[in-house]
């Protein structure tokens, strides 16, 4: 059923499905993302089953993801990008966002973000 979830979703965007790769990775980790928000909202809120079948769902789905770097590999590949566009503060955040985004599919934008506030002045 799950699978059937992510097929509908990516035929959604495309109805052929013939979608890039990233573009499908995308498609998955937003789906990741709201199950993760809805496991969130449910345990606030003290519904345990709901949560419980969020979370099966969400442990399905994220083997369909490629496995994330980790915060020092991010660090890196951020520094990397913050040096070869030659940026020196933090109004520049979007054209790093974008450099590294828009190259890789295995890391968090969340994480990015916060790297990049670390950084830079």
Known sequence: MVLRMIKAKIL????????????IVKIIQNHAKSLQETIDICRQHSKFEEMTAAQKELGI??????K??????????VSEAI????????????????????KRNDVDGAVVRR???EILP
């Open 83 to 102: 040096s070869s566009l030659g940026i020196t503060s933090q109004k520049e955040i979007g054209k790093i966002m974008k450099e590294v985004l828009g």
């Open 115 to 117: 790297i990049v506030l």
């Open 68 to 77: 994330m770097l980790s915060e020092e590999e991010t660090k890196s590949i």
């Open 61 to 66: 789905v994220s083997e369909y993801l490629p």
């Open 12 to 23: 959604h965007v495309n109805a052929r499905g013939d979608l890039p790769e990233k573009d």
